[in-house]
């Protein structure tokens, strides 16, 4: 994904959809809950996988690689 302002939807149980700006490496990820959250320093690699994981879970790949990995913030709106 390259620099993105656009919301990318995921098909996914827990994830709702992801924009990546990729000049400051940062992930955001709105949740069905409606949190968005804010990952730091997220490489373009690691983007890619989430948006097509090798397994088709979206969710269980943030798990392994994006959550509790990364620095993050809450910026729920």
């Not at 990546?20 to 069905?32: H, K, Q």
């Not at 959250?37 to 397994?55: F, G, N, S, T």
Request: charged letters at 30%.
């Amino acid at each position: 994904m390259a620099r993105s302002t656009s919301w990318v939807i995921l098909q996914s149980e827990v994830l709702r959809a992801v924009t990546w700006d990729e000049s400051r490496s940062r992930l955001r990820v709105r949740f069905r809950s409606g949190k968005v959250y804010e990952y730091y320093d997220v490489p373009p690699d690691v983007v890619a996988e989430l948006l097509e994981p090798e397994d088709g879970s979206h969710g269980r790949w943030f798990n392994e690689a994006i959550r509790d990995v990364y620095e993050y913030r809450d910026v729920t709106p």
